[in-house]
């Protein structure tokens, strides 16, 4: 397992560092500045630019920023003036970490029982119930499903305020939480129940199932002890991608509720042409990918003993 | 209307998708295009009325094209943006049908259209232009030929040597005329194609009190507060970039600097007539070249006395040339300020401003400058701290370290999230701030901040859901004045057709400005004749639909 581990850690680097080449490349060849607005001289760009240290040779500048990366430093932002990326980044990641554990957390605690009654009650109407809600889930972009939540929610039962991140931890104020994180897991719903369902349905019809059934044990036994264990298996592969997605925000989900977390930083610095908030979002995303990728490997194990990491 | 859109669009297959947006939108029940706008068209003396469609068409005709026949294909570039779009379509769609010229529509991300724009790769494009200050100058010059942001490839000496003139001219009437003069030159030229002048939307409830609609849209809140609330909650529609008044340029940053920094001078809640700030009183000379202001006994929010030395550091610092900012330009009416800011000399010493002790300051003008209150007023303006920036370099502008001078101070900034401001009792007016603590959202999804207006966790929205506007502007607590900017075109004229003064003369004339206003914008918007809005006193732009 450690041998394991100090090899993905490896690679890991390693990874990171061909990404953060390639995107400083990118973010270099790619047309704009992030100095220019309808009203700037050339000759105001280039003070811009000998302030950023945007006018010394690339490889000088390429040097510089994998030297800071090296210390934890994101680097100035190029667009915000006064902030630097570890400014947007880290309080933008505490937010999305937590919006989207939630969403996480919800697309398992829902998407799991629907997709193990559909399998349960496979051809009946349990089944036809559980998966038209996962159509539902695969269909509605989030860009709807957020403005009808809040349309329902909001504005005609009153219950919950539209937007915004709370600002403390009452339930008044967390409760500003619940439409983001359904809007953010509804499709993962979607998809974890389509997968539990199919690998339950796999699962049953195997060998070591009707042994367990023949043992005289009850259903649910069957079902949740000896089935769910191997059923659950495609989840788990599905789960570390997800996270990984749902834990570094959604543009549009945060536009849509307010909410400043990673997500939009994505966009807006690519349209902003803030090079450095460019590299330390896709940096940030990386590495939380790649993490959770290991993750899941090592879980595997855990998981189903057939596995082995190596 | 009925006729003039017949007219305009005679049924056929290209016709098509223009009669259907125009029937969609209930053109049917507007007036005719001629009772309203301004004034119509002046016909020339003796003539008869002009028709600027029919006079387009002879001037294309005379440009070898009758009929638009054999005219190579012009293309419209706008930054991806549904409103732009809508315009370019009826544009392209105009000069299709009254002109018989065809034209592609590119549409490109904002940094690759300012690119394409300041390197001239297009032939004609969107373009807007937003007054600095209340003076048609801010407009005139733009297209001067030294100017950076006319990008049209136009240069008229006549132009340049009016609008210089202009600049140096004391009397405001003969200033005015001169600047009439230069406007005339360019809507004879037409290097630009104007189509209408904005206007300002924004909402804000009827219990935020001490705030008027005027045409910057520039709304000190000294004095503003909202009922029976301890914080006033604004949704300033972006992430500032900046809250250093030396490096900041956009409306965002304007309204927060607003609240945090005062000037030698304040603006008139109402008028935006300049007011005394931190400057009690001033002397001008004679000639109008020489401003001495008397400072009065007042503080930083860190309890130090605001000097005449912080005002001559602030300025000096915008004007080095090594300080990345867009609007040094602003400073450029002080003496000496342009030299130094290009670099012709070093010595920040040589520029016209002086504290002569503490408490005065001298501040000597290139020319007699008739905005120049308003200038001091502006943010590039304000005074800054020279011991807290040396000391904390870019970090100045945290909470812990921010020192300021306004009727406000930063509590708290949460990146992409809010901006706190609270009362800042060392403010010299102190007693007359009523709100204690004023919030900025930087929340740009239009329909998300309007959703929290609606639900009363927001008290004034600076930018409105255009899908629902129509709506919108009937409730009472719209707020829309007349905007001091332009919506305009402007032509590339380097090469092909565009260089003909006769063709730009007759695109220009071939557009219904009526029908982007009424059928498109729909937020009130005036079509615009020319290029400095009407709404500078004693100035009347001259119009390009005329005969020459």
Redesign the interface.
Known sequence: MVAFLVRRAVAGILTLYVIATLCFVMTRVA???P??????????IR??E???GLDKPVLVQYGRTMWNYLRGDLG?SM?????TCN??VW??LERSLILGALSAFLAFLLGIPLGILASAWQNRWPDHAAMSVSIVGICVPNFLMG?LL?LLF??VLGWL?????PENTSWNELRKLVMPAITLAMVHVAYISRLARAGMLDVIHKDFIRTARAKGLPEWTVFLKHGFKNGVTPVVSYAGPMVAVLVTGSLVVE????I?GLG??FVTSA???DMNLIMACVLVYSVLVILFNTLVDAAYAFIDPRVRVS | MNAVVIRLFPLGRLALPILVLLHSAGCDSKPSSASKGETAALPAAGAAAFDPLAYARQLLAEAGYPKGKDFPKLEILYNTDEGHKKIAAAIQQMWRQNLGIDVELRNS????Y??D??QLRYQVMR???IGDYRDPNTFIEVMTSAS??NNTGWANADYDRLVKEAGAEPDRRKRLELFRQAEEILMRELPVMPIYFYVSSCAWKDSVKGVYPNIQDIHPLNEAYVEGKDTLVINNAA??????PA?A?GVPEHRVNLCVFEGLTNYDPKTLDPRPGVAERWEISPDGTKYTFHLRDCAWSDGKKVTANDFVYAWRRVLN??????Y??QLYYIKGAEAYN?KKTDDPSTIGVRAKDDRTLEVELENPCAFFLDLCAFYTYYPVRQDVIDKHG??W??EQNFVCNGPFKLKEW????SIMLEKNPAYWNAERVKQKYVKF?P???R???W??Y??G?CDWVTTLPLDQIEDIIKRPDYRGDTYLGTYYYSFNVTKGPLMDRRIRKALVLAIDREIVVSKITRQGQKPAYHFTPPIFPEYKSPRFDVRD
């Open positions: 047309p704009g500045s100095f220019t607005t309808e009203k700037t001289h050339p000759e105001i003070a811009y000998a302030y950023y100035p667009f915000y003036r006064d902030k400014d947007f309080s933008g403005p809040i909001t504005f305020p539209s937007a915004q991140w536009k849509v509720f307010a400043p939009q930083h349209t902003n042409r | 991300e904002w940094k690759v300012l690119d724009m300041s373009r807007g232009w950076g942001n992430e500032i970039q900046t809250l250093d490096l340029r040339p090594a300080t990345p900012t867009d040094a330009h290009t870019t970090n502008t945290r949460r990146a992409a999230e959202l929340i740009d999804n329909s998300t901040a959703n929290l609606l639900e966790a």
